[in-house]
T-cell receptor
Framework: GAVVSQHPSRVICKSGTSVKIECRSL??????MFWYRQFPKKSLMLMAT?????????EQGVEKDKFLINHASLTLSTLTVTSAHPEDSSFYIC???????????FGEGSRLTVL | GDSVTQMEGPVTLSEEACLTI???????????LFWYVQYPGEGLQLLLK?????DKGSNKGFEATYRKETTSFHLEKGSVQVSDSAVYFC????????????FGKGTTLSVSS
């Protein structure tokens, strides 16, 4: 299947700093990318949907000013956690849509730890 | 809204035992149904899918049948291996391209030799 690469896979930062996570589709063009957050022993919670060249659509309860999403090209989307706090520590996963219904390809995930 | 409910884990089995992980869904339309697997330290991978009622998805010895009458998509395998130890997620999406998946909470499977 198609490949989605996330970077970094792990990041530790101090409280109050900002962290950027990149999500790249390596061998297909992802017009739509999704950002999920995975809590320990819980499912993946959809945070936002981003379409190339337009503003992201955030799910209810997700702070758009804290979780900045940019989808500047068909192969790159970024999630920036601004002014991170310990409660933002989590596993963040991106996925790209290939255009076929329900066909999503997932990145390896990025584990953020905020001290 | 649409939702997915799957059995809570963890599920602990011996090698060669039979596996069933239950999954039921609630949807207003006619969703596509998926099982994803997450091996330790890795990202999510599509295991199998079914796009309409009575379809059976299968892969790596795993099977699941789209049952519209019971709104279910149970995952089954006749003989599990240690290498099947992972977290399994049931998911659905509506029929349109580019829509997000809605996931169940995941079921952890541990298989011992």
């Amino acid at each position: 299947g198609a490949v989605v690469s996330q970077h970094p896979s792990r990041v530790i930062c101090k409280s109050g700093t900002s962290v950027k996570i990149e999500c790249r589709s390596l061998d297909f063009q992802a017009t739509t990318m999704f950002w999920y957050r995975q809590f320990p022993k819980k499912s993946l919670m959809l945070m936002a949907t981003s379409n190339e060249g337009s503003k992201a659509t955030y799910e209810q309860g997700v702070e758009k000013d804290k979780f900045l999403i940019n989808h500047a090209s068909l192969t790159l989307s970024t999630l920036t956690v601004t002014s991170a706090h310990p409660e933002d520590s989590s596993f963040y996963i991106c996925s790209g849509a290939s255009g076929h219904p329900g066909e999503l390809f997932f990145g390896e995930g990025s584990r953020l730890t905020v001290l | 809204g649409d939702s997915v409910t799957q059995m809570e884990g963890p599920v602990t089995l011996s090698e060669e035992a039979c596996l069933t992980i239950n999954c039921t869904y609630t949807a207003t339309g006619y969703p596509s149904l998926f099982w994803y697997v997450q091996y330790p330290g890795e990202g999510l991978q599509l295991l199998l899918k079914a796009t309409k009622a009575d379809d059976k998805g299968s892969n790596k010895g795993f099977e699941a049948t789209y049952r519209k009458e019971t709104t279910s998509f149970h995952l089954e395998k006749g003989s599990v291996q240690v290498s099947d130890s992972a977290v399994y997620f049931c998911a659905l999406s509506d029929s349109q391209a580019g829509t997000a998946l809605i996931f169940g909470k995941g079921t952890t499977l541990s298989v011992s030799s």
